[in-house]
């Protein structure tokens, strides 16, 4: 990891960016159970784009851009504080999101070429929440400006504000303002209420998180390894297991191929003769999507696979394929709604909820980001259509999930 005297990335100035417009003095915004179960970990997101679509004289256009978009997320300009009954909400006072800009001592091609994780995080600033959150931001963005004039955008925020699709559209709406386009989905902050949904379905997962609510994590220090697949790379896997899982996705065919080569390397544990995989999926994703895609907060669902050893360890990678994406397309809507049934429940007699515990690990975790935005005519990953200019895409986007620890 680079030395303070060597970091490449150093930040030179530092302001805040409040909305266009106040909020109505004295507006709180509740956290939901999803949101609460969430915040032990934060969220770090990068968009590295070739070209610097901003010069000086385009810096004021731009917080212009960033302050009329944050007059629709006032959760985002606002500031924490504990409710009547101890869970955390959102004082909606327009306190504003921390922008920062710092410059990068070499060009993009090499930064992705040579940045690792840890230097990676140098681009997305973070500072954990103080005893008193009342003037700390939960929100924060950084432009760091490359030599040669490539920009990277970092945004950093608490898991408990927002999940990776709701940072990705806050971004991306930024974009689509900054060009003079009506925003494509705007923020939705409340989901229909619990009893206007089925649940009589048993909740199948309630085992899994209860085990994970009590899983001690061991404290040891885990090692970050980033993998690249070209598209090429990607289509040649997905047509190898095609006779085995014809409808199978690059995330299916990724996380059986993680899954049975991290497997080969570690004996199961305790001799038990299972290997498990916790899937996590986007519930905005699923058709018909029971939660709108515009929804600012909380979606994603952890589940658990559940593997004999034989089948993972010597099963062709084809079989493990098709039982991935047989797992996480059988997701069903129910099962979202009894997840925050069963974090309702965890509630206290004052109406607290339980302390969160880690979502992501201890188990190996596979998060399925393969959330798109789909018309009439296109069907695009979201994350690049986040364009400050007319088809000028990302080149790369990066998430990073804080606060995970165990083996994997």
């Not at 696979?305 to 129910?334: F, P, Q, R, T, Y």
């Amino acid at each position: 990891m680079p030395t303070q005297v060597n970091r490449r990335v150093n930040v030179h100035s530092k302001l805040t960016v409040v909305s266009s417009r106040p909020s109505g003095p004295g507006k709180t915004d509740p956290f939901t159970a999803m949101d609460h179960a969430m915040g032990l970990h934060t969220l770090h997101v990068v968009f590295y784009y070739r070209t610097n679509p901003f010069f000086d004289s385009d810096l004021t256009n731009l917080r212009v851009s960033l302050a009329e978009l944050l007059c629709l997320y006032p959760r985002v300009t606002g500031r924490l504080a504990r409710g009547k009954d101890g869970n955390w909400v959102v004082k909606c006072n327009d306190a504003g999101v921390r922008m920062l800009r710092a410059k990068v001592k070499t060009t993009l091609d090499e930064w992705l070429r040579s940045a690792d994780e840890c230097e990676e995080r140098d681009l997305t600033v973070w500072e954990d929440m103080p005893d008193d959150p009342s003037i700390w931001s939960p929100f924060y963005i950084q432009m760091n400006d490359f030599e040669g004039g490539g920009l990277a955008i970092g945004l950093s925020c608490t898991h408990m504000h927002a999940d990776p699709t709701s940072v990705t559209m806050l971004l991306k709406s930024w974009t689509e303002l900054h060009r003079g386009h009506p925003i494509s989905h705007p923020p939705i902050f409340h989901l229909p209420p619990l009893h206007l949904h089925d649940k009589s379905s048993p909740n199948t997962n309630s085992k899994y998180y209860a085990t994970k609510s009590k899983t001690e994590t061991p404290a040891v220090k885990m090692a970050t390894i980033t993998f690249k697949f070209s598209n090429s790379v990607i289509k040649q896997c997905l047509s190898k297991v095609h006779d085995k899982c014809p409808n199978a996705t690059p995330f299916d065919v990724l996380a059986a191929m993680f899954w049975t080569r991290i497997a080969r390397l570690k004996s199961p544990p305790h001799n038990n003769q299972t290997q498990t995989l916790s899937i996590c999926i986007d519930f905005r994703t699923l058709k018909p999507a029971p939660v709108p895609f515009g929804y600012f907060g909380n979606a994603f669902h952890f589940s658990q696979l559940s593997l004999d050893s034989e089948v993972v360890n010597n099963g062709g990678l084809g079989e493990v394929v098709g039982i991935v994406h047989h797992h996480a397309a059988g997701l069903k809507e129910e099962e979202f709604w009894s997840d925050i049934d069963w974090f309702e429940n965890r509630k206290g007699e004052t109406g607290k909820y339980a302390p969160p515990f880690r979502m992501y690990g201890p188990e190996l975790t596979c998060v399925s980001l393969e959330f798109e935005h789909m018309n009439n005519t296109c069907q695009k990953p979201l994350m690049y259509e986040a364009m400050f200019k007319d088809d000028e895409k990302p080149v790369h986007v990066s998430y990073r999930v804080g606060n995970v620890e165990g083996e994997g």
